[in-house]
């Protein structure tokens, strides 16, 4: 049975979606950087298009122009990007979850489909690695970061080596460079005063000659200096920064999880309640399965549209994932959605599959 049919036979509708995307969606959502990754074209009236570089986007703005409440998806096709050392169209199949009011019995549901799909397609020894922005950031409030450094650590969560990175800034003791700015300049940055900081940047722009448009306009630049000056007064004692890595270094078995975050709360003082239980919820929904299963607490995915669980699932000593998924309750509001609906869902990598599984 093909992967697609595997999915209709859960109760899954099939979209018919273009090849031929409005590119706006993916670039609002996903963030310029996907510019550089994806196979741009423009229409005469200056409309841009892409190749379709996935599904989800494109099924969640079939389900707001259908304007249906709740509804189960599969796909199956070619997407486009452009990868380094590896082929430029490669075949995606997937499942969408949009509407279901009960997170937790969706996001069980959709990994247990997941490993269902995978199982029919002959794949075996499976393996599931979860991780949670969620969890981290309830870590992140009951550890009493600074709103600031919050902002910059959750955008950042799933990137190790840019967390490690924001945590020695945290850390460090290095001075502000307000010192090289003008005395006006600098008592508005210490007021926080964005109106009077975008003037007086506004005058120093025009005696120098410089255009107060086509590049940084003078409120961007008081923005980000305010956010600088946010970001340089708030530094990281060392118990805290201890507890962050204490949380990130965590990786276990999904049924040692409860107990791991109740050794860890009990260490730092602090309380996590929504991390145990969440992580219990999906122990018991996930106990039956046969797949080996781990959570990570610094696993996540760097879209701004993910709001909680993410997961992988890996065949035998494969070291690259065959499916990936999670929760992005935010991506249809982001499309234009005026309520927010709930949202989980998975893409696997069919070409890595074995055998004619398509």
């Given at each position: 049975?093909?992967?697609?049919?595997?999915?209709?036979?859960?109760?899954?509708?099939?979209?018919?979606?273009?090849?031929?995307?409005?590119?706006?969606?993916?670039?609002?959502?996903?963030?310029?950087?996907?510019?550089?990754?994806?196979?741009?074209?423009?229409?005469?009236?200056?409309?841009?298009?892409?190749?379709?570089?996935?599904?989800?986007?494109?099924?969640?703005?079939?389900?707001?122009?259908?304007?249906?409440?709740?509804?189960?998806?599969?796909?199956?096709?070619?997407?486009?990007?452009?990868?380094?050392?590896?082929?430029?169209?490669?075949?995606?199949?997937?499942?969408?979850?949009?509407?279901?009011?009960?997170?937790?019995?969706?996001?069980?549901?959709?990994?247990?489909?997941?490993?269902?799909?995978?199982?029919?397609?002959g794949q075996k020894d499976l393996s599931l690695v979860l991780g949670d922005q969620a969890i981290f950031v309830s870590a992140?409030?009951?550890?009493?970061?600074?709103?600031?450094?919050?902002?910059?650590?959750?955008?950042?969560?799933?990137?190790?080596?840019?967390?490690?990175?924001?945590?020695?800034?945290?850390?460090?003791?290095?001075?502000?460079?307000?010192?090289?700015?003008?005395?006006?300049?600098?008592?508005?940055?210490?007021?926080?005063?964005?109106?009077?900081?975008?003037?007086?940047?506004?005058?120093?722009?025009?005696?120098?000659?410089?255009?107060?448009?086509?590049?940084?306009?003078?409120?961007?630049?008081?923005?980000?200096?305010?956010?600088?000056?946010?970001?340089?007064?708030?530094?990281?004692?060392?118990?805290?920064?201890?507890?962050?890595?204490?949380?990130?270094?965590?990786?276990?078995?999904?049924?040692?999880?409860?107990?791991?975050?109740?050794?860890?709360?009990?260490?730092?003082?602090?309380?996590?309640?929504?991390?145990?239980?969440?992580?219990?919820?999906?122990?018991?929904?996930?106990?039956?399965?046969?797949?080996?299963?781990?959570?990570?607490?610094?696993?996540?995915?760097?879209?701004?549209?993910?709001?909680?669980?993410?997961?992988?699932?890996?065949?035998?000593?494969?070291?690259?994932?065959?499916?990936?998924?999670?929760?992005?309750?935010?991506?249809?509001?982001?499309?234009?959605?005026?309520?927010?609906?709930?949202?989980?869902?998975?893409?696997?990598?069919?070409?890595?599959?074995?055998?004619?599984?398509?």
């Amino acid at each position: 049975m093909t992967i697609l049919k595997t999915l209709e036979a859960t109760g899954c509708m099939v979209p018919n979606i273009d090849l031929l995307q409005p590119a706006d969606p993916f670039l609002d959502t996903t963030g310029e950087d996907l510019r550089r990754r994806i196979f741009m074209t423009q229409e005469n009236s200056g409309k841009q298009f892409c190749l379709r570089p996935e599904f989800t986007i494109p099924v969640c703005l079939r389900h707001l122009e259908k304007g249906w409440i709740k509804a189960r998806y599969a796909y199956s096709g070619k997407v486009f990007r452009q990868r380094e050392g590896d082929s430029q169209e490669f075949t995606q199949a997937g499942f969408e979850n949009l509407g279901s009011d009960n997170a937790n019995d969706a996001d069980i549901d959709c990994i247990k489909t997941a490993l269902h799909v995978l199982e029919q397609a002959g794949q075996k020894d499976l393996s599931l690695v979860l991780g949670d922005q969620a969890i981290f950031v309830s870590a992140l409030e009951a550890l009493r970061i600074p709103q600031a450094w919050r902002k910059k650590l959750i955008r950042a969560f799933g990137d190790d080596a840019m967390i490690n990175q924001y945590l020695d800034q945290m850390s460090s003791s290095e001075t502000s460079a307000a010192n090289s700015f003008s005395d006006e300049i600098k008592s508005a940055l210490e007021a926080r005063n964005l109106e009077t900081l975008t003037l007086a940047i506004e005058g120093e722009m025009l005696e120098q000659g410089l255009p107060l448009t086509g590049g940084r306009t003078p409120d961007a630049i008081a923005e980000r200096l305010i956010e600088k000056a946010e970001l340089a007064s708030e530094k990281l004692d060392a118990n805290k920064r201890a507890a962050l890595e204490d949380f990130l270094a965590i990786d276990v078995d999904l049924k040692d999880a409860c107990d791991t975050i109740e050794a860890f709360e009990n260490k730092h003082g602090i309380m996590l309640p929504l991390a145990r239980d969440e992580l219990y919820a999906r122990h018991e929904g996930l106990k039956d399965s046969t797949a080996t299963m781990r959570y990570r607490a610094s696993f996540g995915r760097r879209l701004d549209y993910y709001t909680g669980f993410v997961f992988e699932v890996y065949a035998q000593d494969k070291t690259y994932p065959l499916v990936g998924g999670g929760r992005y309750d935010r991506l249809l509001t982001l499309l234009g959605s005026p309520q927010e609906i709930p949202a989980v869902g998975f893409a696997i990598w069919v070409d890595r599959l074995e055998g004619d599984v398509k």
